[in-house]
């Protein structure tokens, strides 16, 4: 009974632990941000396509460029822990335009979802993708 108390209160998980979550949080993390918001842009499974927020008043083709690349393009590179902190920064300008920007105003229903995404992105930037990522494959050739 010791035993399974010190286990569950460990505030020490093992690196093996720390890696397996990291890698199951960037992929549940950034499949959800591309299904649930950046096929949304481009009108895959709505009838019609979301209008993208420009309320930078940005040239509207670089904010529809940017915006689709950060819902689409960047969370594939998550995925893969691919350049995972310098893709999570166009991740974080979009969530975070659209924290303290787009909804500020609004209710905490509304803004809170850009909240988590930066929140869990942010995490993300500090952390970094983990041993099981292409990052750590690359670093580790870097060091031969």
């Known amino acids: ?3 399974l108390i010190q286990k569950i209160t460990n505030v020490y998980p093992s ?3 720390v890696d397996i979550a ?3 949080f960037r992929i549940s993390l950034s499949v959800e941000l591309m299904v649930a ?3 949304k842009k481009l009108g895959i499974g709505v009838a019609a396509a979301e209008q993208v927020p420009n309320p930078l008043h940005l040239p509207e083709a670089f904010n529809s460029l940017f915006a689709n690349a950060a819902n689409l393009f960047f969370p ?3 995925i893969f822990g691919f350049f995972t902190r310098i893709a999570v920064l166009p991740i974080l300008a979009v969530t975070l335009t659209g924290y303290f920007v787009l909804h500020w105003n609004d209710s905490l229903l509304i803004k809170d979802t850009p909240y ?6 942010l995490l993300l ?6 041993r099981y990522s292409l990052d750590y494959f690359i670093n580790q050739k870097a060091r031969k």
């Open 1 to 3: 009974m010791k035993n």
């Open 15 to 17: 690196a093996y632990v």
């Open 22 to 24: 990291l890698l199951v």
């Open 37 to 39: 918001h950046g096929l």
């Open 76 to 78: 594939v590179l998550v």
């Open 116 to 121: 988590m995404y930066s929140l869990c992105y």
């Open 125 to 130: 930037f500090i952390l970094g993708s983990g």
